[in-house]
C-alpha cells in the first residue's frame, strides 16, 4: 500500500472507487469479478479539497423513461442538468492496465480552476519495488492450528465484543462480519466514538485478531468501513490472511459536500486459501439467494411499478455481480428504521450471506447494534450469533427476533417514529401541512425571482401570500426553505441533450 508513505509529506483528501471496464479475476478459483479501481487524491496544502463544482448528468430508466433515481416530491429543489459528483464515478469507465484517458479528463475538469496550471501523468505502472519493505513492528496476529471446533449457536450476546470473542473456541464460524464504530464522531448508546486515531487501531487490531482465531480455515472475514479506515486494516489483515476482495458499496448519500460522500468498503479476508465462493458455486441456492446475487442493471430504476413492468416484459434488467455494488441503498424511511443511528439494509446482509455461506453454516457479528445481521442469518437458514455492547440496541434486536418467530416480518414498515438520527439535522416532529413544503418552496423560488436575489425572511414574510409560520414550523432551517430558490429544479423525464458548460482546461503532460 502506497498510502502510508503518501501521507508522510500530504493530506489526504478524497478516495474514489472508479469503475473499469472489463471485471477481472486473478484467482483460479471463482471469485468476484474486479470492476472498479481506486483513486486517491492527496494535497500538498492542508485546507479543503480545491475543485470545480461538478455535476454529473441524470440516467433514465430504459423502460418507464424516468430518472433512474426516484427523486419523488423532491425534485424542484435539484437541479436540470444532473446531481453533484460523488466518490464513486460509475458514469465514465477506465482500465488501469491500458488506457486512463477517460480519468484524466475528469481530473483535469475536475481540478480546472486557479491555482492549478499544468496536469502532470507519471506512468508509474511499469516499475517496481517503488516502496522499500517496511521494518516497524506491527502487532502479530497469533496462527491457530487446532481442529474444528463447535460453538452454540443462535444467540444474541450483550457485553463488549473483546470480553465475549475470547469465550468462542477457535476455528468454529463460518463467516464473520464487523461494521464497528468509524471513528467519526457518531453518537452511539455506548461508545466513544472519538477515539484518537492510534487508540482506534490499536483497539481495532484486538478484533480484527480474535476473529482471525475463531474464523474456520478457508472461511471469510468481511470488514465495513470507510475507504481510509479500510486501508489500515488491509495492512494489519495481510500479515495473515489472505486477501479476497475489496468490495466498494455505493450507498447513496445525502449531498452535504461539493463531493458527495457515498462510499464504504467491505473489505473480506481468508483464513488461508480460501474455499469456493457458495454464491458464484449456485449449488442448492434457493431463487432469493439467486435473486440477491443479480445486481440490478445500472440503467434501470427501483420504481416498484417499473420493476413489475419488467418482469411482465421479460426485460434483462440484471447485471453480473462484481466488485462494485451500487443497487443497495441505505435506509431512509422512518417507517423501516428503529432507534439505531447507523442501521444497514438487510439487502446487504443478504447479498454477504448469499455470497459467503450456506445454510446451516454460523455467522458472527461482533457489533450487531439492533440485529439486522442475525436476523438476515435466521431468514436464510443461517444458524448466527450476534454481540452487542449496548443494553439498548440488544434489547431492539431481541424483540425483533421474537417478531420474527412469531411470523412478523422485522424489517417492515411501522408506525413509530425514531428518536436517534444518523446525522445533525434534526428530525421535524409529525404534523399536518395546511400548505404543502413543496408549495412554500415555490413561492419563495418565485419571490426571489421577482426581487431577482435569494429573499430573506422579512422579504418572504412581506410578499408571501401564505403565513410566514408555515416556514417557520415545517422547515429544519432557513436553508431548506430556499432550497428551490437555490437551483433550477429538474424534470422527471429526458431532457433535450444541453451542451455542458465548458470548464477551464488545464495542459496536459504525459511523462513515461
Avoid at 483497539?203 to 468481511?222: F, Q
Avoid at 422527471?492 to 470548464?503: A, D, R
Wanted: charged fraction near 25%.
Amino acid at each position: 500500500m502506497l498510502l502510508p508513505y503518501l501521507e508522510k509529506h500530504n493530506k489526504f483528501q478524497l478516495w474514489v472507487a472508479l469503475k473499469t471496464k472489463h471485471g477481472t479475476n486473478t484467482n483460479q478459483l471463482p471469485a468476484l469479478p474486479e470492476q472498479h479501481a481506486s483513486l486517491i487524491i492527496l494535497s500538498r496544502y492542508k485546507e479543503s479539497l480545491k475543485h470545480t463544482k461538478t455535476r454529473i448528468k441524470y440516467t433514465y430508466c430504459p423502460t418507464c423513461r424516468k430518472t433512474t433515481k426516484d427523486y419523488g416530491g423532491k425534485k424542484h429543489t435539484y437541479h436540470e442538468y444532473g446531481t453533484l459528483i460523488s466518490d464513486v464515478w460509475r458514469d465514465i469507465e477506465c482500465n488501469p492496465y491500458d488506457n486512463i484517458d477517460s480519468a484524466i479528463v475528469r481530473l483535469r475538469d475536475l481540478f480546472g480552476l486557479d491555482p492549478f496550471i499544468n496536469l502532470y501523468l507519471v506512468d508509474m505502472r511499469k516499475c517496481k519495488d517503488i516502496i522499500p519493505a517496511s521494518h516497524e513492528a506491527e502487532p502479530a496476529i497469533k496462527h491457530e492450528t487446532s481442529g474444528i471446533q463447535s460453538v452454540q449457536c443462535n444467540r444474541l450476546i450483550a457485553g463488549d465484543c473483546l470480553d465475549v470473542l475470547n469465550t468462542i473456541p477457535t476455528n468454529s464460524i463460518d463467516f464473520c462480519f464487523a461494521d464497528p464504530p468509524y471513528n467519526l464522531k457518531k453518537k452511539y448508546d455506548k461508545w466513544d466514538d472519538a477515539l484518537e486515531s492510534v487508540e482506534y487501531f490499536r483497539w481495532c487490531d484486538k478484533w480484527l485478531s480474535e476473529l482471525y482465531r475463531i474464523l474456520k480455515p478457508g472461511r471469510t472475514l468481511a470488514v465495513l468501513n470507510i475507504p481510509l479506515w479500510a486501508a489500515r486494516h488491509y495492512q494489519f489483515l495481510s500479515l495473515a490472511m489472505d486477501y479476497q476482495a475489496w468490495i466498494v458499496w455505493d450507498a447513496i448519500s445525502f449531498p452535504v459536500r461539493m463531493i458527495m460522500p457515498s462510499h464504504y468498503v467491505i473489505l473480506c479476508f481468508s483464513k488461508g486459501s480460501p474455499r469456493q465462493l457458495p454464491g458464484l458455486d449456485n449449488n442448492g441456492m434457493n431463487e432469493k439467494e439467486k435473486e440477491s446475487l443479480s445486481p440490478l442493471g445500472e440503467l434501470y430504476c427501483c420504481r416498484a411499478g417499473c420493476i413489475d413492468l419488467r418482469r411482465r416484459l421479460g426485460n434483462p434488467d440484471i447485471s453480473a455481480i462484481s466488485d462494485l455494488w451500487h443497487d443497495i441503498h441505505r435506509l431512509k424511511h422512518n417507517s423501516r428504521r428503529v432507534d439505531h443511528p447507523c442501521q444497514l439494509p438487510p439487502s446487504l446482509m443478504r447479498r454477504l450471506f448469499a455470497l459467503f455461506t450456506k445454510p446451516d453454516e454460523i455467522v458472527l457479528d461482533c457489533f450487531n447494534g439492533a440485529g439486522t445481521s442475525t436476523l438476515t442469518a435466521q431468514q436464510m437458514s443461517r444458524r448466527y450469533l450476534g454481540i452487542e455492547l449496548s443494553a439498548q440496541y440488544h434489547e431492539i434486536a431481541l424483540r425483533r427476533h421474537e417478531l420474527l418467530s412469531k411470523g412478523v416480518d422485522p424489517f417492515g414498515k411501522q408506525n413509530t417514529i425514531p428518536s436517534v438520527k444518523n446525522s445533525q439535522v434534526q428530525r421535524m416532529s409529525k404534523q399536518k401541512y395546511h400548505v404543502s413544503k413543496k408549495t412554500l418552496q415555490l413561492e419563495v423560488k418565485k419571490i426571489g425571482k421577482d426581487l431577482g436575489h435569494l429573499p430573506t425572511k422579512d422579504e418572504v414574510k412581506q410578499y408571501s401570500k401564505y403565513l410566514f409560520s408555515y416556514f417557520e414550523e415545517y422547515f429544519v432551517s432557513w436553508g431548506e426553505v430556499c432550497a428551490a430558490a437555490r437551483t433550477t429544479g429538474m424534470s422527471e423525464n429526458p431532457l433535450i441533450e444541453k451542451k455542458q458548460v465548458s470548464i477551464k482546461q488545464m495542459n496536459l503532460f504525459s511523462m513515461e
